[in-house]
C-alpha cells in the first residue's frame, strides 16, 4: 500500500474525527437503532431502516480513516516555511488579470477541498506553485483556461 502524504494539521484533524465517529456518533446511532426497534415491525419501520443506513455509512468512514491514518505520512514543516511553498504552506496569490488576491493552503490529496481553499500538492496549481518563492508568478492550466498568479506572501 502506497503512503497518504498529510499535514500535520490534517492529521489531527482526521485523527478528532475518526474518535468522535467511534465515540459519539456510534453510541448515537446504536441509540436510534435500539428505540425504532422498541417501535415493533422492523421490515416496514423506515426509522429503523434509516438508521442501520447511517451505522453502515459510519462503520465505513470509520474503516476509512483507519486506513488512511495508518498509511499517512505526516509531512513536517520545512525551516524555510515562511520563503518557499511546499506541503503545508499558506500562499497568498493575486491574479494577474483581475487583481483579486485569495489565500490557499497547499496540503496532500486526501485534506484536499477546493470549497475550503485546501488545494492538493497534485492539482496543477499545487504543482505549479511548489518550490516557488514570493514574488514569483506561475501560470496555470485549469478548465476556465490559462491563469497568471503572482504570489504575494508565504506563512
Do not use: C, W
Amino acid at each position: 500500500m502506497s503512503e497518504i502524504l498529510i499535514t500535520p494539521e490534517g492529521y489531527e484533524r482526521l485523527k478528532r474525527e475518526l474518535e468522535e465517529l467511534k465515540t459519539v456518533k456510534r453510541r448515537e446511532i446504536v441509540e436510534r437503532i435500539r428505540a425504532a426497534r422498541a417501535l415493533g415491525d422492523l421490515s416496514e419501520n423506515f426509522d429503523y431502516q434509516d438508521a442501520k443506513r447511517q451505522q453502515a455509512f459510519l462503520e465505513g468512514r470509520i474503516r476509512d480513516l483507519e486506513t488512511v491514518l495508518s498509511r499517512a505520512r505526516v509531512v513536517p514543516r520545512p525551516e524555510n516555511a515562511d520563503q518557499i511553498v511546499h506541503m503545508g504552506s499558506k500562499v497568498t496569490l493575486q491574479d494577474l488579470e483581475t487583481g483579486k488576491e485569495r489565500t490557499i493552503t497547499i496540503v496532500g490529496s486526501f485534506e484536499a477541498d477546493p470549497l475550503q481553499d485546501l488545494i492538493s500538492i497534485l492539482s496543477p496549481l499545487g504543482e505549479a506553485l511548489l518550490g516557488k518563492t514570493a514574488g514569483e508568478e506561475v501560470t496555470v492550466n485549469t478548465p476556465k483556461g490559462i491563469v497568471r498568479y503572482r504570489i504575494t506572501r508565504i506563512e
